[in-house]
C-alpha cells in the first residue's frame, strides 16, 4: 500500500473579498476642490471689469479742463472784471472758442463784446470791441411800473409792447390789436422801488424801436410771449 496523503488542510482567507479591489481605487478629490476653478475664474473677471471701470473713471476726469464762466451780469461795452469771472471744469471745448482759467489775466480789464449772462461760459467772441447790438438791431430802454410787466419777466424772455389805455380815458378807446404790436428781447430789468418807475432794456429791429418808442409810458403793456417759431 502507498503511503497515505496527509490530510490537506483548508486555506483561510482573511478579510471579505472584494477589499483589496476597493482599497486600489484611486479616491477622488473632494469636491470643495473642483469647485474652485469656476469661483477663480468668475473673481478674474470681476478683477477685469472693475479695471476697466477705474480706466474709464480716470480717463473722464482726466479728460476735464478749467474754463472760465460768468457769475454776474455784464453789459455790452462793460470792462470784465475778475470778480464777475470764475473757473469751472469742462470735459471739452467741442470748439467753442472757449477760454481757458490760464488766461483769466488777459481777459479782465477788457470789455465785453457782448451782453455777458451769469452761468454762462465765456468765448473768445464775446470779449473785445463791443459789436452789440448787430447791425440791423437797436436796443431802446421803456419806463415801466409794477403791473407794466409780468413778475415772471426775466431777461431774455420773449415779449411783445402792448399799448393799454391811458389812465382815466373815457368813452371809445383805440387800442393796437398785440398781433400787430411791436416785438423785443429783454435784456435787463431794472425794477422801480415800492411804486417808483423802473426800466427794462429791449432788444429789437430798427422798426419796433421806433414803434415802441411812440407808445407812452404810462400805456406801455409789456406782455410775455414764445419765441418765433417755437
Same mark, same amino acid.
Given at each position: ?81 475778475? /470778480? ?6 469742462? %470735459? =471739452?471745448?467741442?470748439?467753442?472758442? +472757449?477760454?481757458? *482759467? @490760464?488766461?483769466? &489775466? $488777459? ?80 435784456? /435787463? ?6 411804486? %417808483? =418807475?423802473?426800466?427794462?432794456?429791449? +432788444?429789437?429791429? *430798427? @422798426?419796433?424801436? &421806433? $414803434? ?19
Amino acid at each position: 500500500m502507498g503511503t497515505p496523503l496527509s490530510k490537506i488542510e483548508p486555506v483561510k482567507l482573511s478579510g471579505r473579498l472584494g477589499d483589496s479591489a476597493k482599497k486600489s481605487e484611486p479616491r477622488l478629490a473632494p469636491a470643495a476642490k473642483r469647485r474652485s476653478v469656476p469661483y477663480a475664474v468668475l473673481g478674474g473677471a470681476l478683477a477685469v471689469v472693475f479695471a476697466i471701470g477705474f480706466a474709464a473713471t480716470s480717463l473722464n476726469v482726466g479728460g476735464r479742463q478749467s474754463y472760465l464762466a460768468v457769475v454776474r451780469s455784464v453789459r455790452a461795452g462793460q470792462v470784465i472784471q475778475s /470778480s464777475d469771472l470764475a473757473v469751472v471744469q469742462v %470735459a =471739452t471745448d467741442a470748439g467753442l472758442g +472757449l477760454i481757458p *482759467a @490760464g488766461q483769466e &489775466s $488777459a481777459v479782465t480789464g477788457r470789455a465785453a463784446s457782448l451782453p455777458l449772462a451769469p452761468g454762462a461760459l465765456l468765448t473768445r467772441r464775446e470779449v473785445g470791441p463791443a459789436s452789440f447790438p448787430a447791425s440791423g438791431q437797436q436796443v431802446i430802454a421803456v419806463a415801466v411800473k409794477t403791473g407794466q410787466y409780468p413778475a415772471e419777466m426775466t431777461a431774455g424772455a420773449h415779449v411783445v409792447v402792448g399799448t393799454s389805455p391811458a389812465p382815466g380815458a373815457t368813452g371809445s378807446v383805440s387800442v393796437v390789436p398785440l398781433s400787430g404790436a411791436p416785438s423785443a428781447v429783454v435784456l /435787463s430789468i431794472t425794477p422801480g422801488s415800492d411804486s %417808483a =418807475t423802473g426800466s427794462v432794456s429791449l +432788444l429789437t429791429d *430798427a @422798426g419796433s424801436a &421806433s $414803434a415802441i418808442a411812440a407808445i407812452p409810458s404810462a400805456q406801455v403793456q409789456l406782455v410775455l410771449t414764445s419765441p418765433s417759431g417755437s
